[in-house]
């Protein structure tokens, strides 16, 4: 089963920026389409971004498109997810997700909180 360890969350002010990173471990990321999600207070988890094998197809969110890249590295197994200026709003915990290209399993990391406050 391949593993996910997300990573870079934190506290920022409103306007800063953050970049968190999802190691993966068991399986090349090549064989998996990656997403981050995110889960904010009192909210439904939420697509936030995910990025194809090759990272060739991107799709963001409304709420984060211009603010957040989405990126991979499958020479090391990373996925990134960078944001910037950041909004209150912005402040969940976020989930890296692995998505078999084959079998179509979900796979979730543990999360990492990310918390927007001045």
């Known amino acids: 089963q391949v593993q996910l360890v997300e990573s870079g969350g934190g506290l920022v002010q409103p306007g800063g920026s953050l970049t968190l990173s999802c190691a993966a471990s068991g399986y090349p990321l090549t064989y998996f389409i990656m997403s981050w999600y995110r889960e904010g207070p009192g909210k439904e988890r939420e697509l936030v971004a995910n990025?194809?094998?090759?990272?060739?197809?991107?799709n963001y969110a409304d709420s984060v498109k211009g603010r957040f890249t989405i990126s991979r590295d499958n020479a090391k197994n990373t996925v990134y997810l960078r944001g910037e200026s950041l909004r209150l709003d912005d402040t969940a915990v976020y989930y890296c997700?692995?998505?078999?290209?084959?079998?179509?399993?979900?796979?979730w990391g543990q999360g990492t909180q990310v918390t927007v406050s001045s």
């Open positions: 997700c692995a998505k078999g290209f084959f079998n179509g399993v979900n796979y």
């Open positions: 990025i194809s094998t090759t990272g060739q197809v991107i």
